[in-house]
């Protein structure tokens, strides 16, 4: 019988991103399960991936009531499907995961930790998340921070001892595809066929952001960082979704996405390869990341990167070398950097010449998958022996 896995994620569009990698294990001997929130990303991870799919409600708030709610048929589910592993991704998963398969009695249960909500709380909600945290991790038999710099902080925070942690590999946890998120598979003609649509010019310096379009993002300091500067040979493409409720934007914000008409909003984008291939430039100000797949995305496309100096950005970009790397929440340095790129010809064809080969060697994805792949049959061959 082959040992059951459960990969465990808040929302379904969190399970997505670890695509590929179900497969993968499933064609290495497991059974693999993937448990989301319902969502259009939790069907296609099934047909996709070939997997078993189980909806299990969840919140990314705080929620007493409904986070018992999902504790409770978590644990039933663990007891009817009896995994050998549970492997959690996100702060909501990872405490109804852990604890849950820890109640249960699931022999080995692991965390994999991106970004941190609670970097940019304080007071009685840091208190709260910091107190959800490490009793996460206490629930755990083995916490992976995808970041050397996020080992350091939960290091530094005292959320566990070092004993629990390991980083899989380089970081990431999934790496990158390098053979789809390559420049040769988008035609000459149809990034021509996007610019029309998109009203850009060969000219123009195409400036692009890929995430959520929300505050925590950095996507009220680029605005006003791009507004600024009041470039007309320059573009701002925004390719995401706004979250209105959770961190919305502030008002000049969404004046200026409203009626700049040098900036582009096209929504959320199932493929955003053509959305690279015909800009110049990633501009990713986030306050605070895990391991974003954007910027290796951007860098498997040759597009370099403008970074905040956070977890993830700083590891996979090195600055002058495949980007730069600035102060978080920093508008005067988004625009130094941006206009650094536009003017110096020389060190931007140097950072474009460099991208590519900084992400194959360090994040391609059978990379990542091979090193997680000998965590478990290590971590079963250890449980096979108590």
């Not at 592993?85 to 692991?110: C, F, N, S, W």
């Not at 629930?139 to 899989?168: Q, W």
């Not at 929440?329 to 900084?358: A, D």
Request: proline share 4%; charged share 25%.
């Amino acid at each position: 019988m082959k040992p059951k896995l459960f990969r465990v994620t808040t929302i379904s569009g969190s399970l997505k991103l670890l695509k590929g990698q179900y497969r993968f294990m499933s064609d290495h001997g497991f059974e693999v399960i993937g448990i989301s929130s319902k969502g259009r990303h939790l069907d296609d991870i099934r047909k996709d991936e070939e997997i078993r799919t189980i909806a299990l409600e969840m919140t990314r708030t705080i929620s007493l009531l409904k986070d018992l709610k999902s504790l409770f048929q978590f644990y039933k589910i663990c007891k009817k499907e009896r995994p050998l592993i549970v492997h959690t991704h996100t702060p909501k998963a990872g405490i109804v995961g852990m604890l849950g398969a820890k109640l249960a009695g699931v022999p080995i249960r692991l965390h994999t930790v991106a970004g941190l909500p609670l970097v940019e709380s304080s007071g009685i909600k840091r208190k709260i998340l910091d107190f959800v945290e490490r009793l996460t991790y206490s629930c755990a038999s083995r916490i992976y921070p995808n970041s050397k710099k996020m080992y350091e902080f939960i290091i530094k925070n005292n959320y566990t001892s070092k004993g629990k942690l390991k980083v899989i590999a380089n970081g990431s946890s999934n790496g990158i595809d390098t053979q789809f998120f390559s420049p040769d598979r988008i035609t000459e003609e149809k990034k021509s066929l996007l610019k029309r649509k998109l009203n850009i010019s060969d000219s123009d310096f195409v400036l692009i952001f890929v995430g959520r379009i929300v505050g925590d993002k950095g996507i009220n300091e680029l605005v006003q960082a791009f507004v600024e500067l009041n470039n007309p040979q320059m573009k701002l493409l925004l390719v995401g979704s706004q979250e209105k409720e959770l961190d919305p934007l502030k008002k000049q914000t969404l004046i200026a996405l409203e009626k700049n008409k040098n900036i582009l909003s096209v929504g959320f984008q199932d493929d955003v390869r053509p959305y690279f291939a015909i800009s110049k430039a990633l501009v990713f100000p986030s306050y605070r990341e895990g391991f974003p797949n954007v910027v290796m995305q951007a860098g498997a496309m040759e597009v370099p990167s403008i970074v905040s100096d956070i977890n993830g950005c700083n590891e996979i970009i090195v600055s002058g070398e495949n980007g730069i790397v600035i102060p978080v929440k920093n508008t005067e340095e988004l625009k130094k950097s941006i206009t650094t790129l536009f003017k110096n010809n020389v060190l931007y064809n140097k950072l474009k010449s460099n991208c590519r080969r900084m992400i194959v060697n360090r994040y391609e994805q059978k990379i990542i998958w091979s090193s997680l792949l000998r965590e478990y049959q290590n971590l079963l061959k250890q449980h096979s022996k108590e």
